[in-house]
């Protein structure tokens, strides 16, 4: 059963944190090669944030948010996580867990959304200034 549920979105102000979480079946989680955040604001195109290969662990991130955000994943849980640091008005969104099954390839570092096939609900982030 392919399943992923973001979890963790909401308000914060400029500067402060917030952390999303993506659970995944494991079904979903095992077959992947990519898992990734994507988000996407109101009128403007969805847009890759961080990727990580589920096999290695290497993860990649849109320019936007490197040094600001991190993501990890917890293998036994099946889950992935975005960290927010220092967060911007400009990273209000809905954010996106996805992932990438295997058999489309391992293209992680490109962090183009059409590139997965999977893909959760959203969770939503405000960030006032």
């Known amino acids: 059963q392919v399943r992923l549920v973001e979890s963790g979105g909401g308000s914060v102000q400029a500067g402060g944190s917030l952390r999303l979480s993506c659970a995944a079946s494991?079904?979903?989680?095992?077959?992947?090669?990519?898992m990734g955040w994507f988000r996407q604001a109101p009128g403007k195109e969805r847009e890759g944030v961080a990727t990580i290969q589920t096999g290695g662990g290497t993860t990649y991130y849109a320019d936007s948010v490197k040094g600001r955000f991190t993501i990890s994943q917890d293998n036994a849980q099946n889950i992935v996580f975005l960290q927010m640091n220092n967060v911007k008005p400009e990273d209000s969104a809905m954010y996106y867990c996805?992932?990438?099954?295997?058999?489309?390839?391992?293209?992680?570092?490109?962090?183009?959304?059409?590139?997965?096939?999977?893909w959760g609900q959203g969770t939503q982030v405000t960030v006032s200034s």
């Open positions: 494991e079904y979903t989680y095992n077959t992947a090669s990519c």
């Open positions: 996805a992932a990438q099954a295997r058999y489309l390839g391992s293209w992680c570092y490109r962090l183009r959304e059409y590139e997965y096939n999977s």
